[in-house]
């Protein structure tokens, strides 16, 4: 409704599979090359991802790719079975840390980074790859890779004119979504404040095509497509001087999305958490980062560069989260 369909589907969804096709013990750590835990921690998110980590483990995609030099797919793919594969308790991700200023322009191998940006980047650098070699794909086709099959959803923002009441949809793909928790203290409190309506006025002032003048308006924004994967950012930088927001977000490990979805009527839609990134430090411009992700025997480990350690559930919801990862 409102939104072009996709003259082309690129990735059938049926073939995308939730569940772990093989069921093992966690694959391996990955050694620091300097500075290089916030891409270690995006790294082990993405193989711990199920739906990827099988469509990977395939080898679909590099039977079929003819990119010449870089491709980050065919990088993820042969990162993905050297971990889970290796018998080494460590590998060096060194494909990925080689190809760096291809994945994103702002990372330098011996420069520390931050872990949303280097999940942004590699998923765009996924999209891209999956994208090579298609001519003439109009925007709504390219919502249909597997890339966005696993991660992406639509956003509709809905914009009511406060004079006359018209109102005026729009809808956008997304891969992620980047939560304000400066009030919110849990998830589900930022994800209601995420879809509270908001006034334009003064300079945000909305034209309104039935007044046909500037006018103030409402607006809000919902989850109108839910992903099979949801990922969020808990923006914990509390300024542009890199002070950052240390307190305890709670999260739960399985997560609702149907109340902040354009239609709240139906069933619950729920997802599971399986992965989340800590920042630890006291500003946002240095620190470490490690993750907890579940492994294809259920079990959770902490990843901590080289080291993988068992841990408990209990564990895992009492962190600093910066980054939440939910399956469907």
Known sequence: EGMALPQRILFPPVEICMDWQQRQRPGAGLFNLGNTCYINVILQCLTYTPPLANYLLSRDHSQLCHRQGFCMMCIMEAHVRKVLRSSASAIWPRAVVR????????????????????????????????????????????????????????????????????????????????????????????????????????????????????????????????????????????????????????????????????DTAGEPLLCSLYAIVVHSGDTCLEGHFFCYTKASNGLWYKMDDESVDNCGIHAVLRQQAYLLFYAR
């Open 99 to 262: 190809d760096l200023k291809f994945i994103g322009e702002e990372f330098e191998p011996d420069m520390a980074g931050d872990a949303y940006e280097f999940l942004r980047c590699a998923l765009e650098a996924m999209q891209r790859a999956c994208l090579s070699g298609c001519s003439n794909v109009d925007i709504s086709s390219q919502t249909t890779t597997i890339i966005h099959q696993i991660f992406g959803g639509f956003l509709k923002s809905r914009v009511t004119c406060l004079r006359c009441q018209a109102v005026s949809d729009s809808y956008k793909a997304f891969l992620h979504v980047l939560l304000d928790i400066k009030a919110p203290s849990s998830l589900t409190a930022a994800l209601e404040d995420f879809v509270t309506p908001r006034k334009l006025d003064g300079k945000y002032c909305f034209k309104c095509s039935k007044c046909e003048k500037k006018v103030t308006a409402s607006k809000r924004v919902t989850v109108h497509c839910v992903p099979k994967v949801f990922m969020a950012c808990l923006e914990r930088a509390a300024d542009h001087m890199g002070k950052k927001i240390s307190k305890i977000v709670e999260y739960p490990e399985y997560l609702d999305l149907r109340p902040y979805m354009s």
